[in-house]
């Protein structure tokens, strides 16, 4: 039902961008799908990418409206954010990333908390960041749900491009519930994850009973994890010491279902297991707070699993206080100086970031038939200096401020 | 307190003394010099803790220790003009103006964060305690020397004292339950009623004119307050909306104590009024705006508006909010929005040195001057350059070719447990 909503509302809304024809031109276009193109043209119709080539063999067709820059890039990607649901002001009233009541909470959905008008969105979106994955914070055991949404739209249904993205758990310090409620240590979690897993694959098997009299009442909750266990919607799990990663890998081999590995500040110490597991990774900022169980994060962490082979993305992540929010751009620029090459770190917000996400049919590099997300700089995106002055989403000129 | 530690101390600066015994000539490098024209290629030579020369035309005396430092860049060691570095502390939560506490007595210069900030490239930094009390304490300024304790990095005056300030707040920080202010009026309110009772202080003891009957007895917290009112301690004021700002113009006016704006969020709505007030501001770039409404509206563009309307600004890192090791991307992020690049790198040194009172030994290569200074492997506002080391008052601290120096520069492993680095750098060079 939602989804024929959302496709009914898409249709309804696009009108506008449909009828923009336009053509972005770049001194370098890094496509994310072969080498950089030197004097590069994108065609965008119908908020799709209609062409992508050199000047010299694509001619930009009369009616098009032309944008210049000196780098071109497909929209960034945010892997990993809480952006729409923790708001700048960070008052009682904008903290909706996180309910403290219970520990395992997967009901929780992303959709029902998200506000696209928060001033970070468009905060986020100025410096070119058009695709985030946001939802519920680190901080529970299971948190709740995360989502997929562009960032532009008035409502949370234009935003929309997965509403139940992944589930979002926490192991280690900051999962530990305070006084006597459980859970009070580490090996709790791992016990009540693996309880609330069994749970969900017996109400499964009870749920498949052909005598419906027979059947168990529904559970929302143990109905979201049954789509952890059948492998439709990865568990996100946020881990930084390195016995909690191999917590995370071993709780994830138990079940046979798939995770993908967030925040990560010594994944550096189990790069073999992360690696043999084939566990995608989206790894804290790299300006985080190096404190408490993030002591030992290193800026060169990425480029170290990157070397090893192993899907990496960077992420904003979440921010109590100030910054209230990280910019990808702005952590991934200090990857980029710390052992990524250029493109691998352009990379970890773009093409590698869409397909963790599972959204690469649609997003995270500039191809023929992808939508229509770009964003446009004026040199070398990672530098300090350098200004983000143009931003496409769905062939929709979002942002044309510089900054 | 000085006293007790004097042994280690000559102990430590007789070897100190020999280390430096031999100049150090830097060839071949940019010189950023601050004050000057940049110079390039050119030589540093420093000897005995001080900068001997810098030009392009430098004799190197046959005796010198030569680095090669062509294709980088040299230029003055960073001053951070409010940070929390080495487990700060200051007041306790009894009452909201504690001038007596000295952030001096509790700094462990063993802490990481020491290393970290090294690893940054800065040198000299004024330590304070926290923002949550109308006034939390005295600062103290610091050079981060490798050392073993405080007295190792303090900076004297000419006096003999220990060169610190005064760490005030307005806005919403300081306010709490009582005896805490409720609201900005009785901020404002608090702090005249302390600085009129320290300027009766100071009278009373001016009309005594040395007569050990008429004087007062001796009071920390007045005595600190009454420094302030006399010039000696600068105070550091945290504040960060517009009318707050203002709050602390009038405030410095009224009782005439010199006074540096510390964050300034909205700086550039009051530009003109800073300027005017002859006031310095420490600016703090963060990267999103928000985490408390204060901070809803800062913004990189206020150091082009406070370079517009003529004011004096720094920046400062207010470590852990942002770490050390980011210091110069300040700089950058300002010069982003619109700021000049000289003034920008103006305020990540000497504006800094002013604002502590000590531009006329650091913040500039400048003969003379102390030698602080650090090697860049590229351009300072660029992302990709490297702090490559980092010498304070001639001594290297931080040298990124050296595993130990370089987990602290990237993190890893061991990077934030305090200390046991400072001490092997000590006891290798057999102290």
Same mark, same amino acid.
Do not use: H, M, V, W
């Given at each position: 039902m939602r989804r024929l909503l959302i496709g009914l509302l898409t249709v309804a809304v696009l009108p506008v961008a449909l009828q923009a024809q336009l053509a972005v031109r770049g001194e370098i276009v890094h496509t994310m799908a072969g080498p950089a193109i030197t004097n590069g043209v994108v065609l965008i119709q119908g908020g799709k990418i209609e062409r992508v080539g050199a000047a010299a063999d694509v001619a930009i067709p009369a009616g098009y409206t032309t944008l210049n820059a000196v780098v071109v890039t497909p929209g960034l990607i945010d892997a990993h954010t809480v952006l729409g649901l923790s708001g700048y002001l960070n008052q009682d009233h904008d903290q909706? @990333?996180?309910?403290?009541?219970?520990?395992? @909470?997967?009901?929780?959905?992303a959709v029902d908390a998200y506000n696209p008008r928060e001033a970070l969105v468009e905060w986020a979106r100025g410096y070119g960041v058009t695709t985030i994955h946001t939802g519920h914070a680190p901080g529970q055991l299971v948190a709740g749900q995360t989502m997929i949404v562009k960032t532009r739209g008035r409502t949370v249904d234009e935003a929309l491009v997965n509403p139940f993205a992944m589930v979002a758990a926490t192991l280690g310090e900051s999962a530990r519930a305070e006084g006597a409620k459980s859970p009070g240590t580490r090996a709790k979690m791992a016990a009540m994850l693996r309880g609330e897993l069994l749970k969900a694959q017996q109400y499964a098997r009870k749920r498949a009973t052909e005598d419906e009299d027979k059947r168990p009442a529904r559970d929302l909750k143990a109905e979201v994890l049954m789509r952890v266990l059948a492998g439709e919607v990865p568990l996100l799990i946020t881990v930084h010491r390195s016995h909690d990663i191999l917590t995370a890998l071993r709780i994830a081999e138990e079940f046979d279902i798939k995770i993908v590995l967030d925040g990560v500040s010594e994944a550096y110490e189990v790069i073999d297991q992360i690696k043999q597991a084939q566990v995608p990774v989206i790894i804290h900022p790299t300006m985080y707070r190096a404190r408490g169980e993030t002591e030992n994060l290193s800026f060169e962490t990425a480029s170290k699993l990157k070397a090893a082979g192993i899907p990496v993305a960077l992420q904003s992540g979440f921010e109590s206080y100030v910054p209230k929010s990280r910019l990808v751009l702005f952590e991934t620029a200090i990857a980029a100086a710390n052992g990524l090459s250029f493109e691998q770190a352009l990379g970890t917000i773009t093409i590698e970031a869409a397909q963790i996400l599972g959204i690469a049919d649609r997003a995270g590099s500039l191809e023929a038939g992808k939508d229509a997300d770009l964003a446009l700089y004026d040199g070398d995106p990672f530098e300090y200096t350098t200004h983000c002055i143009g931003v496409v989403i769905e062939g929709e000129v979002v942002s044309n401020v510089v900054k | 307190m000085s006293r007790s530690c004097a042994p280690l101390f000559l102990l430590l600066s007789a070897s100190l003394l020999v280390a430096q015994q031999t100049p150090q000539a830097f060839i071949g490098a940019r010189l950023i010099t601050i004050e000057g024209d940049e110079i390039a290629p050119g030589t540093l030579l420093v000897h005995r803790g001080k900068i001997i020369a810098v030009g392009d035309n430098v004799a190197v005396p046959p005796d010198a220790e030569r680095h090669d430092a062509a294709g980088k860049i040299i230029m003055p060691g960073l001053v951070d003009t409010h940070s929390h570095v080495g487990n700060v502390e200051g007041g306790d939560r009894s009452g909201p103006i504690q001038p007596d506490v000295r952030t001096l007595d509790s700094i462990n210069v063993r802490s990481a964060g020491i290393q970290k900030a090294q690893a940054g490239g800065i040198t000299t930094v004024n330590i304070m305690s926290g923002s949550g009390h109308l006034l939390s304490g005295q600062t103290t300024y610091v050079k981060l020397r490798d050392g073993k304790n405080i007295d190792d990095l303090l900076i004297y005056n000419d006096d003999g004292s220990a060169a610190g300030g005064i760490k005030m707040a307005n806005g919403?920080?300081? $306010? $709490?339950?009582? !005896?805490? !202010? %409720?609201t900005r009026a009785k901020s404002a309110a608090l702090v005249r009623e302390q600085f009129v009772k320290a300027r009766e202080y100071r009278d009373k003891i001016q009309r005594a004119g040395g007569d050990p009957e008429k004087l007062p007895g001796r009071d920390l917290a007045l005595e600190a307050l009454a420094a302030a009112l006399d010039g000696k301690r600068v105070v550091h004021f945290h504040t960060h909306r517009h009318d707050d700002i203002l709050t602390v113009l009038r405030l410095a006016a009224e009782f005439g104590f010199r006074v540096v704006l510390q964050h300034a969020s909205d700086a550039r709505f009051v530009a003109q009024e800073i300027a005017a007030a002859g006031v310095p501001t420490s600016l703090l770039l963060i990267d999103s705006p928000g985490g408390k409404i204060e901070a809803k509206d800062n913004a990189f563009e206020n150091g082009m508006a406070l370079e517009r309307a003529g004011a004096l600004l720094g920046f400062h890192t207010d470590d852990g909010i942002t770490d050390s090791r980011f210091f110069l991307r300040q700089a950058a992020l300002a010069v982003r929005a619109g700021m000049s690049r000289n003034l920008a790198l103006y305020g990540m040194t000497m504006a800094g040195a002013r604002m502590l009172d000590l531009e006329d030994r650091i913040g500039s290569l400048r003969a %003379?001057?102390?030698a602080d200074f650090i090697v860049l492997s590229g351009d300072p506002l660029s992302v990709y350059a490297k702090v490559l080391e980092t010498w304070v008052d001639g001594e290297q601290v931080f040298d990124r070719a050296d595993p130990k120096d370089l987990l602290y520069a990237t993190g890893g492993y061991g990077a934030s447990h305090d200390q046991a680095h400072a001490l092997d750098h000590l006891e290798e060079e057999g102290h």
């Open positions: 909706d @990333q996180l309910e403290r009541s219970l520990a395992i @909470q997967p009901d929780l959905s | 919403t920080n300081s $306010r $709490r339950a009582a !005896p805490f !202010p %409720g %003379g001057k102390d």
